[in-house]
């Protein structure tokens, strides 16, 4: 075993071990994500089920509570679906991850040159899954304090507008 077989075995580990870290990242990720995501339906089906409670025992009767409930279910269920969206994303991330190492232990024993584009392709093409993943987490962040403030009935839509406004201009 010579001098160049021992640096390519370090390279190949050097260059095994980015990968690596970003797969436990993702790891950390998408196991808030999953609990996140379970929580929201968690919710999404006990608001649910007292909504259903209200319509059957007044059917006839609009109340606030049941405005409230339908404006807190809309919300709720568009960040269930950004969850859903970037556990997702992040899944599709952790694939490109493995398909990249793939490609990396290939490079050390195959000379095919097209393999060097593609292990680069691959591994910017997770990080791009990540990054799409933490934009949809932060959409679900965004509309998370508008649920608690529908189910707080803090504001009415006129406030609601004005604070939004003064927090936006922040």
């Not at 640096?7 to 196991?31: E, Q, R, Y």
């Not at 059957?56 to 859903?84: C, G, V």
Request: charged fraction near 20%.
């Amino acid at each position: 075993m010579g001098v160049t077989a021992a640096f390519d075995a370090t390279a190949f580990v050097s260059s095994a071990l980015a990968p690596a870290v970003v797969l436990s990242g993702c790891a950390v990720l998408i196991s808030t994500s999953e609990t996140k995501y379970s929580d929201l339906i968690t919710r999404l089906r006990t608001l649910n089920e007292e909504r259903r409670s209200l319509q059957i025992s007044r059917p006839n009767e609009p109340s606030a509570r049941l405005e409230s409930l339908n404006r807190q279910l809309a919300l709720i269920f568009r960040r269930a679906r950004h969850m859903r969206d970037a556990t997702v994303m992040l899944f599709v991330a952790v694939f490109l991850i493995i398909v990249t190492c793939f490609f990396i232990a290939l490079q050390q024993d195959v000379g095919w040159p097209w393999l060097r584009v593609a292990t680069k392709v691959t591994f910017l093409a997770a990080i791009g899954m990540i990054f799409v993943g933490i934009i949809e987490q932060f959409f679900e962040l965004r509309l998370s304090f508008r649920v608690v403030r529908f189910e707080l009935e803090l504001f009415d839509d006129e406030s609601t507008r004005h604070a939004e406004a003064r927090f936006r201009g922040v």
